[in-house]
């Protein structure tokens, strides 16, 4: 069974860094890919980025192009995604999802129904 635990939200201030971290506390198998997602109170939610399973191919949305990296670590199940330059509009609840087909490998997973695994969500809040 597949747990998805998000963590390392918190209140920054603008122009600060934050890594989030997902664990995958309930996954034996081989890993899946993963995309993390970003959520506003009445708004869907926004593609940030996604990895493979292996690492291979990571791509991010244009919310925050040049700001985040996505990386992972297969040994202790987790993905991480480090922001920088963090503004006030990243403000969000921040998601990670798990795909087991790996759409990333067809240039898929852009998309939240794509993702059959998700977390609770960690919230980010940037403000002075």
């Known amino acids: 069974q597949v747990q998805l635990v998000e963590s390392g939200g918190g209140l920054v201030q603008p122009g600060d860094s934050l890594t989030l971290s997902c664990v995958d506390s309930?996954?034996?198998?081989?890993?899946?890919?993963v995309g993390w997602f970003r959520q506003t109170p009445g708004r869907e939610r926004q593609f940030v980025a996604q990895?493979?399973?292996?690492?291979?191919?990571?791509r991010v949305g244009d919310s925050m192009r040049g700001r985040v990296t996505i990386s992972r670590d297969n040994a202790k199940n987790t993905v991480y995604l480090q922001m920088n330059s963090l503004k006030p509009e990243d403000t969000a609840v921040y998601y990670c999802?798990?795909?087991?087909?790996?759409?990333?490998?067809?240039?898929?997973?852009?998309?939240?129904?794509?993702?059959?695994?998700w977390g609770q969500g960690t919230q980010v809040t940037v403000s002075s």
């Open positions: 999802a798990a795909d087991p087909a790996h759409k990333i490998d067809y240039g898929l997973g852009y998309e939240e129904t794509e993702y059959a695994y």
């Open positions: 309930g996954h034996t198998r081989s890993p899946y890919a």
């Open positions: 990895i493979s399973w292996n690492g291979a191919v990571a």
